[in-house]
């Protein structure tokens, strides 16, 4: 902008400091003075440049979500608290308890314990089922490895992100907690949205 | 034995070297290549090259020749890598896969699976078969401790091996053939064999699982815990499968100097034992006749105190499962503290203790002098001599029941080296079946049939015994071939072998003694001072009473404070239910106990005892080797170190023993008895270590040092070795008595307090059995399956008749450590009447 005035104050500062020749002295440069014109638009100028998109975005009203009387959609791949699921013809259980998610998950917090089926009262399909399956959501990352390593897809992340609770150990989520049909209250973001 | 040569071969373009006459699998190891196996385990013997999936290229040889069946040679050059071998390999994985089911989520050995690991390294990755896979029943139990799944078996015979080479119970076969071949047992007869539990631990798929530990966890929930098993004297390595602090399986942690690899089913299914909910986890002091639960200062407050008040009236018994340290320590407590020189770890006596007649209290020179003698560093063999040896004597044991894992080692020297066995006992024994030579003595003789054999040996100063105990004394000499000979042997009355020992020149390398002792750590426990005649170190020390002077004493009242670690003599020891009036008589008995059982019945005091899974310490092998207990799991409750407690009983007793760790505890051993000193757990290690092989070894005891010393007055001590057979002794002819019979006890593998507590184990749990012979049942008018009562001398026992037709005419057995009084009619005559019809 101002090369020139640079240049005339730089030969000026020279003269006083002997030891700008060294190159590791860097001098300080600041800007004109503002004058008292200049000191008012400083004031409302930029701040009337600003009122100006404000101004301009009323009209188009307010984008302020109401949680939690309002939620965000979210996408159909969200992965949110998980759902262990059952056979919808047979009722049983897919879990058979091999604890593969429990090996897959980064932050440890699966916990399985397995036991043999009852043949004349089957939990699961298997030859195994999960008697204890335990899942610490306050250790859980949400990465969505234990749904990859999963192979009966049995487990899966669901939509629901409301988890906070008051108490620690209220987050883990027991086997009949992670079953039970969720209330859906997450809505969900609809193709194109 | 010396190293065979090293050789050289190529393998892959790298040059390796390795043992003549290595396998190439192994070999390759030595050039960091893996060949994939199945069917190949060293343990088993020879290599049967069933799998063919370790098929490689050699030179020289058109067709691809299995790795695991050639030996190398040198120069050999071998290629792992080419196409031919990887297409070779990866046809195999594929066939294998074609009738196996893909259910690895729900199968146990998922994680931990060779087949697994073989289809990721070296399988073709993707199923082109579309068929329908072969399918049985599944899973359904082999026996009542192993589930057998046929659709995953690969059919690689490891367990059918297992069981015809290695245990020899020759009952798992392969039926049928081809594609429907299945392993089973004839006409599905559950498996049962004291060993069977290695087949789990040996198939390299899923279809052998245990039924204890069946999905109990998965390999990565796990962590593995090496200690060693205290539940017998065979002490094999194990380690401990834990999940959340409990113990879920036991595995096989190989060790070749102590147990091969091997385990008995005791070993493996008895750590239910440890996780029992039943266990004792608080100090328990009576009050009011009830034992009600107290804190630890206060349990050692009232114990201190009675025991304080008993002062140098107070006895030690401790038992077989206990640790160096917490031997050292109680008997330290007795010795130091209490003045009382009673302390006593073996139930019914051990070497050099003389014969019933002279009521088991010899003079304490022979004595020491016998322990000084027979367990000698330069007499002594260690396990692996028995892979060694030319000839082995078994003598007075069935290892079977008092040492398992010995069992499998001398079949094993018998299968494959040839070695000449012998065996020499009072009630037939499993081994009788591969020995070369087998001797029968009346029960209760054991010390005349060893001077006898001494004497035909041609150890000098014993008489040659006449009749059939003179014959019988020559062909087992006759099968014992000198300066390579190993003696497994048991029994208190042994003083010939000492002469016997001269003459088969034992102090050779590769051949000498094995004593197996009664208690688990038996021989740990004597050489750190549990014993009434010798101090830590077999020092010279005042002279105790053994276990039934201990007993005798308590009951008449001269005896007042009994200290019991990890003892339940009601159960273990000679005498049976009298040591329960004997303990009622005591003003204080102090328990440390798992379990309430018949002598916490009569304590006053119980202290909380560890499990071996728990305990910090060490044990001693009976060939001398030190090992590492380490614990795998916590305390559960308010149970304490043993060390630390006894520790704390010491200085509340004023003998401070500055004992504050299990190393110091160690040290403290250390310090008191020569031939261990300066050992420590580093040294140790995990595969432990023998204490002859060390330096300090020179200060064992000499034996001319004993004996004179300790004589005791008005008793002759007699040499060692110069008695003749006692008169009468010519094998006890007792049938020549009509309805009479001898009756000696053996000690049942299963007669254990582990059995009861194990739920796996409960349906092994023995019932009291007379075991006689076919021509003696028939004279007494008895059938197999009578109730039968056996009586002597006022002690009587109820039995169940078993017939037999190796038990020698004129003797009878029964089983030891059932609880009744069976272990007192030990080398009696008995009187046998019926008692009912058979059920």
Redesign the interface.
């Known amino acids: 902008m101002n090369n020139s005035a640079d240049s005339s104050s730089e030969a000026e500062v020279s003269s006083e400091f002997p030891y700008l020749e060294d190159e590791s002295v860097v001098a300080v440069q600041r800007g004109p003075e503002p004058g008292g014109l200049g000191g008012a638009y400083r004031a409302f100028g930029e701040t009337l440049r600003g009122l100006k998109t404000t101004f301009a975005r009323i009209v188009e009203g307010p984008v302020t979500i109401q949680y939690p009387e309002e939620k965000t959609p979210v996408y159909p791949r969200f992965r949110g608290r998980h759902k262990l699921h059952r056979f919808e013809d047979t009722g049983l259980e897919k879990c058979v308890g091999c604890s593969l998610c429990a090996a897959a998950c980064p932050a440890d917090c699966i916990r399985v314990v397995a036991a043999e089926n009852d043949p004349e009262d089957r939990v699961s399909a298997g030859e195994r089922y999960a008697e204890i399956y335990e899942i610490n959501l306050a250790r859980c990352i949400f990465c969505g490895y234990c749904e990859v390593a999963c192979p009966f897809d049995a487990i899966t992340m669901g939509h629901e992100y409301e988890i906070a609770d008051y108490n620690r150990d209220d987050l883990i989520f027991t086997k009949e907690m992670l079953l039970a049909e969720p209330l859906e209250r997450t809505p969900l973001r609809r193709e194109g949205e | 034995m010396p190293d065979p040569p090293r050789i050289t071969l190529l393998v892959d373009g790298v040059e390796v070297e390795a043992p003549h006459g290595a396998m190439l699998v192994d070999a390759a190891k030595h050039g960091d290549v893996e060949i994939p196996v199945f069917c190949y385990e060293p343990k088993l013997g020879h290599p049967v090259g069933a799998c063919r999936m370790c098929v490689v290229e050699i030179e020289g040889i058109p067709k691809l020749q299995t790795a695991c069946s050639t030996p190398v040679r040198d120069g050999m050059v071998v290629y792992t890598q080419t196409e031919r071998v990887k297409e070779a390999q990866s046809a195999v994985v594929e066939f294998l896969l074609v009738n196996h089911p893909l259910?690895?989520?729900?199968c146990d050995k998922?994680?931990e699976c060779p087949l697994q690991d073989v289809a990721m390294g070296w399988g073709p990755g993707r199923s082109r078969s579309v068929d329908p896979k072969r399918h049985f029943q599944k899973?359904i139990p082999l026996s009542p401790l192993i589930k057998i799944d046929r659709e995953r078996c690969i059919l690689c015979y490891r367990c059918v091996r297992f069981s015809q080479e290695v245990a020899e119970d020759e009952q798992l076969q392969l039926l049928e053939r081809g594609s429907s071949t299945f392993v089973g047992t004839f006409d599905n007869r559950p498996y049962i064999a004291p060993f069977h539990g290695n087949i789990i631990e040996l198939c390299p798929v899923g279809a052998l699982t245990s039924d204890a530990y069946?999905?109990?966890a998965?390999p990565?929930?796990i962590e593995d815990a090496g200690t060693v098993c205290t539940l017998c004297p065979s002490q094999c390595n194990i380690k401990l499968t834990v999940r959340d602090e409990r113990i879920e399986r036991v595995l096989a942690r190989d060790n070749v100097d102590v147990d091969d690899g091997w385990l008995c089913d005791k070993g493996r299914f008895g750590y239910q034992m440890a996780e029992s909910g039943q266990r004792i986890t608080e100090p328990l002091i009576r009050a009011g006749g009830e034992l009600r639960p107290a804190g630890w200062a206060e349990a050692l407050e009232a114990a201190a105190a009675g025991l304080r008040e008993a002062g140098e009236r107070t006895a030690a018994i401790v038992g077989g499962s206990s640790s160096n340290e917490d031997g050292y320590l109680a008997q330290r407590i007795v010795r130091k503290a209490l003045g009382s020189p009673h302390v006593e770890s073996r139930p019914s006596g051990g070497p050099g203790v003389e014969s019933r007649r002279t009521g088991g209290r010899g003079p304490a020179g022979f004595l020491r002098q016998g322990l000084v003698e027979l367990s000698a560093p330069r007499l002594a063999a260690s396990v692996s001599d028995l892979d060694r040896a030319e000839s082995i004597l078994v003598l007075g044991t069935d290892p079977l029941h008092s040492m398992p894992i010995l069992d499998l080692r001398i079949r094993k020297a018998v299968r494959l080296r040839g070695a000449r066995l012998a065996v020499a006992t009072d009630r037939p024994s499993v081994l009788d079946g591969g020995a070369e030579e087998t001797a029968r003595y009346a029960p209760g003789f054991v010390g005349g049939f060893v001077s006898a054999l001494a004497a035909e040996l041609g150890a000098a100063g014993y008489e040659r015994a006449r009749g059939e105990l003179g014959a019988d004394a020559e062909r087992i000499a006759g099968a014992l071939k000198p300066g390579s000979t190993v003696i497994v042997w048991a029994g208190p009355d042994a003083r010939g072998l000492v002469g016997c020992a001269r003459a088969l020149r034992l102090e050779e390398d590769g051949a000498g003694l094995i004593e197996v002792p009664e208690g688990a750590n038996g021989r740990g426990l004597r050489e750190v001072g549990c014993l009434p005649v010798a101090g830590p170190g077999l020092s010279d020390v005042e002279q105790g009473l053994d276990a039934s002077g201990i007993r005798d004493a308590l009951e008449a009242g001269s005896l007042e404070a009994a200290l019991l670690v990890n003892a339940d003599p009601i159960r273990d020891f000679a005498g049976g239910p009298a040591w329960g009036e004997a303990l009622g008589k005591a003003k204080l008995v102090l328990a440390v106990s798992m379990f309430e059982d018949a002598s916490t019945r009569q304590a006053d005091v119980v202290f909380p005892a560890e499990s071996y899974a728990e305990k910090e310490g060490t044990v001693t092998h009976p060939d001398g080797r030190l090992q590492r207990l380490r614990p795998g799991t916590p305390h559960p409750g308010g149970v304490r170190p043993m060390w630390e407690v006894l520790a704390e009983l010491g200085a509340l007793l004023g003998e401070e023993t500055g004992v504050e760790s299990a190393p110091d505890a160690l040290a403290a051993i250390a310090s008191e008895v020569p031939f261990y000193a300066g050992i420590s757990h580093e040294e140790i290690g995990g595969t432990g270590i023998r204490w002859q092989e060390r330096a300090a070894a020179r200060y064992w005891p000499r034996v001319d040092d004993v004996g004179a010393r300790d004589e005791v007055p008005g008793r002759e001590v007699e040499p060692a070795g110069r008695t003749a057979p006692e008169p009468g002794d010519t094998g006890g002819r007792a049938e020549d008595v009509d309805g009479v019979i001898r009756v000696g006890t053996y000690r049942d593998l299963w007669a254990a307090e582990v059995t009861d507590r194990s739920p796996a184990l409960r349906f092994l749990a023995p019932r009291q059995a007379l075991e006689l012979a076919p021509r003696d049942a028939a004279r007494l008018g008895l059938g197999s399956g009578h109730e039968v009562e056996v009586r002597s001398n006022g002690t009587s026992v109820r039995a169940r008749v078993s017939i037999h037709e190796r038990v020698k005419p004129g003797s009878g057995f029964l089983i030891e450590g059932l609880g009744d009084r069976a272990a007192s009619l030990r080398g009696e005559l008995v009187e046998i009447s019926k008692a009912g019809e058979p059920e």
């Open positions: 259910d690895c989520p729900v998922g994680g899973p069946r999905f109990r998965r990565w929930d």
